[in-house]
């Protein structure tokens, strides 16, 4: 009832942020050049920082799990890679729409959409090798060196177009040689709230998705217990 009540609380604090980065973006003033495009600033960025939040998550989970061997965070990792992926794309849609009225085409292979592309590769590898290990802890020791190898695409992916000059625009928020934010201050606020709420929203995500991959789990060891004719017990709790 308290993890409910939790996951319930989370869902609505998320929701509110949500409606309210909606709202604020909705009012916020035109661009001068780009007009109402401008608006697709505020679910592009956000989207943006989602997935490098998420697969930060993956690697860091995977990590946890070969320090402890507790599988709780083997189920994060790969909840966590599932939600990036799913924002990635998200990005991607995003920018594909604001891509098109700006650069007159949906798709270039700018190194900044190269490399968010080949993010998809990398954790798409990642999901498919889980789904060919049957073995439990050595389907997580090996997705979790993968998971941490793969969040070398975060920095990458944000240096791209440092490194790689291309269509595709500098830093929104600059980190390196002083922290600069590349665009209207009045924009900045819209951006901040945007990006809070898409915080509060991975979060969200994954705790549900982390209840989810447990049940799978318990599921999964009953079925394996069964087929051998052994008795039930808390072996998953003996595994976190």
């Given at each position: ?138 389907r997580a020791r090996v997705a979790a060196v993968v998971g941490l190898v793969g969040t070398l695409y975060v ?86």
């Amino acid at each position: 009832m308290t993890r409910d009540l939790t996951t319930g609380v989370l869902g609505g604090v998320t929701l509110l942020l949500l409606l309210v980065a909606a709202g604020l973006g909705l009012n916020a003033p035109l661009d001068q050049n780009q007009g109402s495009l401008v608006r697709l600033f505020f679910m592009h960025v956000p989207s943006a920082w989602l997935s490098y939040l998420a697969y930060g998550g993956t690697g860091l989970f995977g990590l946890l799990y070969l320090i402890t061997r507790r599988r709780r965070w083997d189920r994060l990792a790969m909840s966590s890679a599932e939600i990036g992926l799913l924002f990635t794309v998200a990005t991607i849609v995003g920018g594909m729409l604001w891509a098109k009225p700006t650069w007159g085409v949906y798709w270039v292979w700018d190194a900044r959409l190269t490399t968010t592309a080949l993010s998809i590769v990398i954790y798409g590898g990642y999901l498919l090798i889980r789904s060919m290990i049957d073995d439990p802890d050595r389907r997580a020791r090996v997705a979790a060196v993968v998971g941490l190898v793969g969040t070398l695409y975060v920095p990458v992916n944000y240096m791209a177009v440092e490194w790689w000059r291309g269509v595709h625009q500098t830093q929104t928020l600059r980190l390196l040689g002083g922290i600069s934010f590349e665009a209207a201050p009045i924009y900045g606020w819209v951006l901040l709230v945007a990006t809070t709420a898409f915080t509060f929203l991975y979060v969200y995500l994954l705790r549900v998705r982390g209840i989810l991959a447990a049940r799978e789990a318990a599921r999964e060891e009953r079925e394996l217990l069964g087929e051998l004719g052994a008795p039930l017990g808390r072996g998953e709790a003996a595994h976190g």
